[in-house]
């Protein structure tokens, strides 16, 4: 039993390990990230042989996600970089989604997101520590609060994540200790949040306090009738200011200080799609767009005459990786996600089940603008953190079926 207890608290201590590097644009430098990576793979390799070969035991996995992590490797094969293809797909993709399988098998739904709740709590801590006493790596030249990270964009993007986790749970809880700490952590993660600058997270942000208050109002209505009659109302509300956005867009940029180009992105898209070419339907291989010294990258870096490390676009990256082929059983995984956490919601009308279809919501759009969810040359958290969703809102449907059919 002894033994038993050590290793569980091991995964949990190395999969929080496993989490906080995976972070988006974290400082690499003085940290070793790729080695501690390492350390982490092997350590779950191990386990994930032995919970497989030695006990016997299978390991829950979804079927959409698996073809799209195959295709990967497979898309290697038509890569110009055979071997840098394959090797990314396997460290960036292939290990990762192992890993997170096996935890999802393994233990309970809640203490994985506990464990994704303390990685928030360590970057916020961290990003504090560096702002205030390292202000030199915490806060950039302009005076963007970039904290733990390289740019205040993936400051933002956490804070943005984990900020809306921690006022979602603030209506979960009933205890008042519980809420006080969670009133705090928000309060802290909602200033890096707008000191950061990033302008795409702090309406994410709005957007995602508002789908809260519309959730927690229409789960509030029993009454049918009423339901619908809000829902009427709120859209009545809702459509006359997205025409007015739109009529009125060139105003809106300058108010949230963005240009037509979204800071250059718009010509970073066109460019990845002159490059595309012939490569639309399968893509250039997993990464191989974005190799040191190739074509399509030293194109793109001419364009821009900077480093541009990935599409800032997900939905484009996904293509340059996959090509329209891999785009479509994305989407297809991202139905089917709706659809399982939809019926969920149906079936428990618990508060805390309408997290996951809020977060992934904001990550489709968040999408659009950054490359977070499958990001090249690198391993996302944003990518194990959905997976825990995914297989969550699949693991609570199964025990539902099974309560009705005893």
């Not at 030695?54 to 799209?68: A, N, P």
């Not at 010509?267 to 191989?288: T, V």
């Not at 001419?302 to 996959?322: E, G, Q, R, W």
Request: net charge positive; with cysteine; aromatic share 18%.
């Amino acid at each position: 039993m002894k033994f038993k207890a050590i290793w569980k608290y091991l995964d949990y201590i190395i999969f929080f390990c496993f989490l906080f590097f995976c972070s988006i644009g974290l400082y690499i430098s003085f940290i070793g990230t790729e080695k501690i990576l390492l350390a982490v793979y092997g350590y779950f390799l191990f386990r994930v042989f032995y919970y497989l070969i030695v006990k016997k035991k299978q390991i829950l996995i979804s079927k959409g996600l698996t073809i799209l992590v195959t295709y990967a490797v497979f898309s290697s094969l038509f890569s110009d970089f055979i071997f840098f293809s394959l090797r990314s797909s396997i460290m960036n993709l292939v290990i990762p989604t192992l890993i997170v399988y096996y935890m999802v098998t393994r233990y309970e739904q809640k203490l994985l997101i506990l464990n994704i709740f303390l990685v928030g709590i360590t970057i916020t801590i961290l990003s504090l520590f560096f702002i205030c006493f390292i202000p030199n790596y915490g806060i950039s030249e302009f005076g963007e609060w970039k904290g733990v990270f390289i740019h205040k964009n993936p400051l933002g993007f956490s804070m943005l994540f984990y900020s809306l986790m921690s006022i979602f749970f603030l209506f979960v809880f009933k205890k008042l200790s519980i809420r006080l700490l969670l009133t705090f952590i928000s309060f802290i993660q909602i200033i890096l949040l707008l000191n950061s600058e990033s302008t795409t997270n702090i309406l994410l942000f709005v957007l995602g306090i508002s789908m809260y208050i519309l959730i927690i109002i229409l789960k509030n209505i029993k009454n049918i009738f009423l339901k619908v009659s809000f829902l009427a109302i709120f859209l009545s509300l809702l459509i006359p200011i997205i025409i007015s956005t739109f009529k009125n867009l060139s105003q809106v940029f300058v108010v949230i200080g963005k240009d037509y180009t979204f800071t250059g992105r718009t010509i970073i898209w066109e460019s990845i799609a002159n490059m595309l070419n012939n490569h639309w339907l399968l893509g250039f291989g997993y990464d191989s767009f974005w190799v040191e010294g190739s074509v399509t990258k030293n194109y793109l870096d001419s364009i821009m005459k900077t480093n541009v490390p990935h599409a800032h676009n997900n939905y484009l990256d996904i293509i340059a990786n996959f090509g329209v082929v891999g785009l479509l059983i994305s989407l297809g995984c991202f139905v089917s996600y709706f659809y399982m956490n939809i019926r969920l919601v149906k079936q428990t009308n618990k508060l805390v089940d309408y997290f996951p279809i809020v977060l992934l919501s904001l990550l489709l759009i968040h999408a659009i603008y950054e490359s977070y969810f499958i990001r090249p040359n690198s391993v996302s958290s944003v990518w194990c953190i959905y997976i825990i969703f995914y297989l969550g809102i699949k693991i609570k449907l199964n025990k539902l079926r099974a309560k009705r059919n005893k």
